[in-house]
Antibody
Framework: QVQLVESGGGLVRPGGSLRLSCAAS????????MAWVRQSPGKGLEWVSY????????YYADSVKGRFTISRDNAKKLLFLQMNSLRVEDTAVYYC????????????WGQGTLVTVSS | EIVMTQSPATLSVSPGERGTLSCRAS??????LAWYQQKPGQAPRLLIY???TRATGIPARFSGSGSETEFTLTISSLQSEDFALYYC?????????FGQGTKLDLK
């Protein structure tokens, strides 16, 4: 069965960096676009970034452009989100999600990893 | 950026009754719309994509309709497990955005 397991969250000071990872299993990872979505009490759900199967297409929300970098390792079935210059407003639960083949709905999600940016 | 607005914020319904949730887009998203259900402590779950196509394993009591800017999620006969938060999301053009959610409450 499809499984997505995030890791790498934690407490970081403003201006700091974190790297999130998502380990995928149960499907042909390279066939799917993958996404990072975050959820915070103040801003609800926000689609942060996504990457195509071969990494040829990458998109970022304006709120993270220039600070976050999405990448993937298809051989290891891993998705990453490198987060630099973190701000208090980046505090959220970060979910890794698979993009549905028939649409841009997100058909499988991980359990989420909490990122807290605070001094 | 397309803004998605859901109404009402909270909908109180009795089990067995029909629940109707609305989602409005600030500009046309054609039929590029999805619905999700989220329960406390869990990730969202895809219910509907393409306005009206149920995702794998979603019961037939969930149905979606609409087009352009006005969309509806209908739950025909509410079961206890359906009381949760519901979000709409468009994917017509980047950035893909979510509504703020409707909480379906037990009356």
């Amino acid at each position: 069965q499809v499984q997505l397991v995030e890791s790498g969250g934690g407490l970081v000071r403003p201006g700091g960096s974190l790297r999130l990872s998502c380990a995928a299993s149960g499907f042909t990872f390279s066939d799917y676009y993958m996404a990072w979505v975050r959820q915070s009490p103040g801003k609800g759900l926000e689609w942060v970034s996504y990457v195509s199967g071969g990494s040829g297409y990458i998109y970022y929300a304006d709120s993270v452009k220039g600070r976050f970098t999405i990448s993937r390792d298809n051989a290891k079935k891993l998705l990453f989100l490198q987060m630099n210059s973190l701000r208090v407003e980046d505090t959220a639960v970060y979910y890794c999600a698979r993009v549905d083949l028939h649409s841009y709905g997100l058909d499988y999600w991980g359990q989420g990893t909490l990122v807290t940016v605070s001094s | 950026e397309i803004v998605m607005t859901q109404s009402p914020a909270t909908l109180s319904v009795s089990p067995g009754e029909r629940g109707t949730l609305s989602c409005r887009a600030s500009q046309s998203v054609s039929k590029n719309l999805a619905w999700y259900q989220q329960k406390p402590g869990q990730a969202p779950r895809l219910l509907i994509y393409g306005v009206s196509t149920r995702a794998t394993g979603i019961p037939a009591r969930f149905s979606g309709s609409g087009s352009e800017t006005e969309f509806t999620l209908t739950i025909s006969s509410l079961q206890s497990e359906d009381f949760a938060l519901y979000y709409c999301q468009h994917y017509n053009e980047w950035p893909y955005t979510f509504g703020q959610g409707t909480k379906l409450d037990l009356k």
